[in-house]
């Protein structure tokens, strides 16, 4: 089956600096996304990108995000300005175009951040 | 508010039982209902979409329904084993996913 893959695994950081996780959705899906997941907690939207453009994100999205897809193949998020509350996992999923059908999640990204 | 439930924290059940997981919404009207399974440090794998215009689904061992009156999913899974011990997740949504925040399944040998 198709995988979404995601880089790094883990990061460390600290409060302040400036995060790029990375992620390389299926190859013919045309929807991506980023979710987070503070540890315990629920799975929480991020943001929808399509046709290279935002096309849906959440409250939690602030100016401090950003995403990118730079080169056709990879998708990333940026964290400008590290939080100590931005720790959380981050997951990229991607989905085929037409209906609605299901994502696929990549094996996340743990950030934390000191 | 949007608001997404399930059962519980957590299910222990023996191998070989059924487990039932529930999910109820509310102020909320999906065009769908997703089931997905995470296992701890790992993201969620996909394994049943549901639409509101469909009253059950089953795949193999699982088993979903879809109740838009009741506004409640609930998710089956006979046949238990100690292989199927996960968080199960329930998601709900039109363009982008919504999850409740689980519930953790135990299974016994």
């Known amino acids: 089956e198709p995988e979404v893959t995601q880089t790094p695994s883990h990061q460390v950081t600290q409060m302040g600096q400036e995060v790029i996780l990375r992620c390389v959705p299926i190859?013919?899906?045309?929807?991506f996304y980023w979710y987070r997941q503070i540890l315990g907690q629920k799975v929480e939207f991020l943001v929808s990108f399509y046709n290279n453009e935002i096309s849906e994100k959440s409250e939690i999205f602030d100016d401090q995000f950003s995403v990118e897809r730079p080169d056709g193949s990879n998708f990333t998020l940026k964290i400008r300005s590290t939080k100590l509350e931005d720790s959380a996992m981050y997951f990229c999923?991607?989905?085929?175009?037409?209906?609605?059908?299901?994502?696929?999640f990549g094996p996340g990204t743990r950030l934390l951040v000191l | 508010s949007q608001k997404i439930e399930q059962n519980s924290e957590a299910l222990n059940i023996q191998e070989g039982k059924t487990a039932t997981l529930t999910c109820n919404y509310t102020?909320?009207?999906?065009?769908?209902l997703q089931w997905y399974r995470q296992d701890p440090g790992r993201g969620p794998v996909f394994l049943l979409l549901?639409?509101?215009?469909?009253k059950e689904k089953r795949k193999e061992r699982l088993k979903v329904t879809f109740d838009t009156t009741l506004k409640q999913s609930l998710f089956h899974i006979t046949a238990s084993q100690p292989a199927d011990s996960a968080t199960y997740l329930c998601?709900?949504?039109?363009?982008?996913?919504?999850f409740g925040k689980g519930t953790m399944l135990l299974v016994s040998p």
């Open positions: 102020n909320y009207s999906p065009a769908y």
């Open positions: 999923a991607s989905r085929w175009e037409g209906e609605r059908t299901r994502e696929y």
């Open positions: 190859s013919n899906h045309l929807y």
């Open positions: 998601a709900l949504g039109y363009s982008t996913l919504t």
């Open positions: 549901i639409r509101e215009n469909e």
